[in-house]
C-alpha cells in the first residue's frame, strides 16, 4: 500500500520538489504504486497496449494493462498503434480504442464515460508535444478524476553507468526527451496542474535483462540508488490533480448547462 510522503500533499512551486524527503517514503515498485492508486477505480489507460512490446509483455505476464484489468472496477484503454490494440482484443480485452495520443482532448475516444484515474504510464517521453497531451487529456479530469504519470528520469544512475562504460546511450530510439523531478513539476504546473504525489520507481520490471552477466552492475546501481539517492532512480511517478482555474472553469460549466 501506499505510504503518506509526510508533508503537505500539493506543490506549490517547483524549487519545492528539491525538498529532501524520507527516503523510503520516496522509492515505489512503479506497477504496484499504479495498481494500488487505480483498485476499485474507473480508469482510462493511455498508451495500454505499450506497443511495440505488446506481445512480449504478454508473454512475459507484465503488461500494465492486464494488471490493471485485475483491480480496476471498469477499464478502458487508449493506443496508437491498430495493430497493438488488435493484439490485446485477440486475447480477450475490451473498451478499447485506437487515437492520436498527443491530440487525445480533440478525437476524445470515449465521451461522455466517467473516470476516476486517467493513468499515462510511459507516454509522455514517446511525445513531440507533451504539454498538448496535457492540455487534452483535461477533459477527462472531471469531478475529482486524478492523472497518473510515469516516465523515465533524466538522472537515472544505471543509465548513466552503462554510457560512461559502453560510449553509446541506453535509450529507447521511440523516446523525444526525458525529465527530472524538478522539470516535470514544472511542465504540470505550466499546464495548470496540482501535484498531488511524487515518487520515484527503481528498475525492477527490468530485473531479467539488468541482474545477470556484465550487467549486474546496472542493476546494483539502480538498486543503491533507489535505496539512498532517489533522485537517481530509474523513473518517476506524479499523481496529478486539476488546479484551482480549471476546477472553477469545471464548475462555471457545469453551471452554464
Known amino acids: 500500500m501506499r505510504q503518506p510522503l509526510g508533508r503537505p500533499t500539493r506543490v506549490a512551486r517547483p524549487e519545492v ?10 522509492t515505489v515498485h512503479r506497477m504496484d504504486y499504479i495498481a494500488d492508486v487505480c483498485s ?57 480504442a485506437v487515437a492520436d495520443i498527443e491530440a487525445i482532448g480533440t478525437g476524445r475516444p470515449f465521451k461522455g464515460v466517467a473516470f476516476d484515474v486517467v493513468v499515462a504510464g510511459e507516454v509522455i517521453e514517446h511525445l513531440s508535444n507533451p504539454g498538448l497531451f ?47 523531478r524538478r522539470t516535470l513539476v514544472e511542465l504540470a504546473m505550466r499546464h495548470g496542474y496540482a501535484i498531488e504525489e511524487l515518487r520515484f520507481y527503481a528498475a525492477d520490471e527490468y530485473e531479467e535483462h539488468l541482474n545477470r552477466g556484465r550487467f549486474r552492475v546496472l542493476w546494483w546501481t539502480d538498486r543503491l540508488a533507489a535505496r539512498w539517492r532517489p533522485v537517481l532512480a530509474e523513473g518517476l511517478v ?13 464548475r462555471s460549466g457545469d453551471g452554464v448547462r
Open 40 to 96: 476499485g477505480k474507473r480508469v482510462l489507460h493511455v498508451g495500454c497496449a505499450d506497443d511495440p512490446q505488446t506481445i512480449e509483455k504478454l508473454r512475459r505476464g507484465n503488461l500494465l494493462h492486464r494488471r490493471l484489468s485485475e483491480v480496476a472496477q471498469t477499464l478502458y484503454g487508449v493506443d496508437s498503434s491498430g495493430d497493438a490494440i488488435e493484439t490485446l482484443r485477440a486475447v480477450g480485452f475490451d473498451n478499447l
Open 134 to 180: 496535457l492540455e487534452g487529456v483535461k477533459q477527462y479530469l472531471r469531478n475529482g478524476c486524478r492523472l497518473l504519470v510515469t516516465t523515465v528520469n533524466a538522472y537515472c544512475a544505471h543509465r548513466f553507468l552503462y554510457t560512461l562504460l559502453r560510449d553509446r546511450e541506453s535509450v529507447s530510439p521511440d523516446h523525444t526527451m526525458y525529465f527530472s
Open 238 to 250: 506524479a499523481l496529478l490533480a486539476l488546479g484551482h482555474e480549471d476546477v472553477a472553469e469545471e
Open 17 to 26: 520538489a528539491e525538498r529532501v524527503e524520507p527516503w523510503q517514503s520516496m
